[in-house]
């Protein structure tokens, strides 16, 4: 069998770059696992770059206006009127992407592992047959634990955490997401408490297992009252090279993830779109160089990160302090874009008031951020 490409994983964003290329060149998928979705995944997507990716809204479950922010002892709101973040079923996101990728004529071949390299071609398993695939690119769209990566020997440096996600039956308000800061509870991440629908929210972290239970206690959410619950993890750094002669990796294969709230579908859709035009051109060298903005976005995202490890809680609530306060409030209600903290921070970072009183929080790296 020879194909144009070979995209290996089937989550959100092998599918989509599937969907992207399918119709316009040969295109075949494999996919592990017998059925899409199913992965730990809060399903949070910016509602503005879910038209411009243009996903499927079947997958839409509930909108978000806003959210509101928790420390261990102040609370503020940022919100709009209009849906801001939409909350996704993970597996009609995929299966739809595969859908539409198959419609436009991709081979799909699922409950098939990919096996590694043999003589340029992949080797393939499905239950106890193996066999071997040739194609022009193969792409790694294989998720964290990526053996593509390393097949071609991409190295990183990042920072690895376990997460958890559950489904759990409380109160909850429907168009509002819940952060909680509280690094007494949690020193590695923040909590989320995402609501599905009145009655039900998701809600994790990324750390220990125990701070996720010790947060469900302080926030009156009981561990007999959930209806799912999930581990994955994720990568904060770099995973690089992208590219290696005709394979080049995308989505979480290359932790195209924003450090910031550990977001990936978006980062990597918009790589895959990237890698789908370099793919058409012929010349893969084209494709990291066009995800610069991504990459500025995750650099952005790891200095926010390391003042967010550097801090303890009075460094949070002093945060919270700013953050809360109405000057703060007003330019983040204008300016916050959920896929772009990097314009919000440079909107903060005009107002003269705000500035300094942020820079004497973490004066160096609030200047590097700057
Ligand atoms: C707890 C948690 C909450 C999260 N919440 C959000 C959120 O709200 N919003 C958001 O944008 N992101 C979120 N993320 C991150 C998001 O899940 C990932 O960024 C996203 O899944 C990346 O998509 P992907 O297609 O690159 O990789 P994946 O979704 O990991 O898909 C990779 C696919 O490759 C397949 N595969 C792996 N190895 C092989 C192989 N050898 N052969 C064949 N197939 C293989 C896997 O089975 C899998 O289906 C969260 C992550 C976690 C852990």
Redesign the pocket.
């Given at each position: 069998m020879r194909y144009d490409v070979l995209i290996?994983?089937?989550?959100?964003?092998?599918n989509y770059l599937a969907s992207l290329l399918a119709g316009k060149l040969d295109i075949a998928l494999?996919?592990?696992?017998q059925s899409f979705g199913g992965?730990?995944?809060?399903?949070?997507?910016g509602a503005e770059s879910y038209e411009r990716l243009d996903f499927p809204k079947k997958a839409v479950v509930n909108s978000l206006r806003g959210a509101v922010f928790h420390s261990s002892i102040q609370s503020f709101e940022i919100g709009r009127k209009s849906p801001q973040a939409y909350v996704v079923d993970r597996k009609v996101l995929e299966r739809e992407l595969a859908k539409r990728a198959i419609k436009r004529g991709a081979h799909y071949f699922v409950g098939?592992?990919?096996m590694g390299f043999k003589n340029g071609k992949a080797r393939l398993q499905h239950l106890k047959e193996t066999f071997e695939v040739e194609a022009r690119y193969y792409v790694g769209?294989?998720?964290?634990?990526s053996?593509v990566a390393r097949e071609i020997g991409a190295k990183s440096n990042a920072e690895f955490l376990k997460?958890?996600?559950l489904e759990v039956i409380g109160e909850f308000r429907k168009d509002f997401t819940e952060v909680w800061v509280n690094k007494e509870v949690n020193p590695d991440f923040f909590f989320w408490v995402t609501p599905v629908e009145e009655d039900l929210a998701r809600v994790?972290t990324f750390g220990e297992l125990s701070s996720l239970e010790r947060f469900l206690r302080i926030r009156n959410l009981k561990p007999t009252s959930m209806v799912e619950f999930k581990a994955?993890?994720?990568g904060f750094g770099w995973r690089m090279p992208w590219v290696r002669n005709n394979v080049a990796l995308v989505?979480?294969?290359a932790l195209q993830?924003k450090p910031t709230t550990?977001?990936?579908?978006?980062f990597?859709s918009i790589c895959a779109h990237n890698l789908a035009r370099a793919i058409l051109n012929y010349n893969l060298e084209l494709y990291p160089k066009s995800c610069a903005e991504v990459m500025k976005q995750v650099s952005f995202g790891l200095k926010v990160r390391k003042i967010f490890k550097g801090l303890n809680q009075d460094g949070i609530e002093k945060i919270f302090q700013i953050l809360g306060s109405d000057d703060a409030i007003e330019v983040i209600e204008e300016y916050a874009d959920f896929d772009n903290h990097l314009r919000t921070f440079k909107a903060l970072a005009k107002k003269p008031r705000l500035l300094t009183r942020l820079l004497m929080i973490s004066p160096s790296l609030i200047r590097a951020l700057i």
């Open positions: 290996i994983g089937g989550g959100p964003v092998g494999v996919e592990r696992k992965k730990a995944c809060t399903g949070i997507i098939t592992s990919f769209a294989d998720g964290i634990p053996a997460g958890y996600e994790g994955g993890s994720v989505g979480d294969a993830i550990a977001g990936g579908i978006v990597g």
